[in-house]
């Protein structure tokens, strides 16, 4: 396995450092992707890059990946919206602090805001 040396000033790197772009002449063709565990080991150079090929796939979307999808974009838009609602925050930080310390509760409100309007959006569009 290689080793990463970074530069002064820079402790790690973990993310895509470059991706492959639709346009062949002005992008790179490969993704070039680096990552940094920080989990106690005894290995103490946890950096590691990664080279993946653009891949292009072959099958249309079937119908349950765009339903996943349309579910995926609709909650994450409530979310968004509810954050903002300023008649629901109260109620939404009293609810989560209830149910956080529970077995199965939400640790964190993120989590907690993508379940209430996964639950939600589920009810409202049951599959069968």
């Known amino acids: ?3 990463v040396e970074w530069s002064a000033g820079i402790d790690s790197v973990s993310g895509a450092l470059a991706k492959p772009g639709n346009n062949p002449q002005h992008s790179c ?25 653009q891949v292009k796939r072959s099958t249309m979307p079937s119908s349950a990946e765009l339903d996943v999808r349309e579910r995926f974009a609709t ?14 925050i109260t109620t939404d930080q009293i609810a989560f602090k209830a149910q956080k310390d529970n077995p199965g ?11 209430v309007e996964g639950e939600a959006y589920d009810a409202e569009h049951p599959r069968g």
């Open 105 to 115: 509760g939400c640790r964190t409100m993120t989590k907690y805001l993508w379940k």
């Open 29 to 53: 063709q490969k993704m070039l992707l680096g990552t940094h565990r920080t989990a106690a080991t005894t290995n103490p150079n946890c950096n590691r890059l990664f080279l993946r090929k």
């Open 1 to 3: 396995m290689a080793k």
């Open 75 to 88: 909650v994450s838009a409530a979310v968004a919206d509810r954050r903002k609602d300023l008649t629901k």
